[in-house]
């Protein structure tokens, strides 16, 4: 299987940069399990129509993001950092 690469859409490249770093440093090794399955069991597809349209919650953090599988890329859309 290949490792997918990870990319974050505008807003979610500011979400990020505003998580304490601690939370980040979490974030990141959970993305990085992701990137070797972006199917796995502890994610969902958001709809039964987008099957590639996914969501899963990293280090706390809920989490939405498209595969591309054809260019074997994660793109991140949303993130809704813990209160």
């Keep these: 299987m290949s490792r997918y690469r990870i990319a974050f859409d505008p807003i ?3 979400v990020r940069a505003d998580m ?3 939370l980040r440093a979490r974030f990141d090794r959970a993305l990085s399990s992701l990137a070797s399955d972006p199917y796995g069991r502890d994610t969902t597809p958001v ?3 987008e099957p590639d349209r996914r969501q899963t919650v990293a ?3 809920i ?3 498209y595969v ?3 260019i074997i890329t994660i793109t ?3 993130i809704q950092p813990p209160p």
């Design 63 to 65: 989490t939405v993001y």
């Design 47 to 49: 709809s039964r129509s």
């Design 68 to 70: 591309g599988r054809e």
């Design 59 to 61: 280090a706390g953090c």
């Design 20 to 22: 304490p770093a601690d």
């Design 76 to 78: 991140i859309v949303r």
């Design 12 to 14: 979610a490249t500011r």
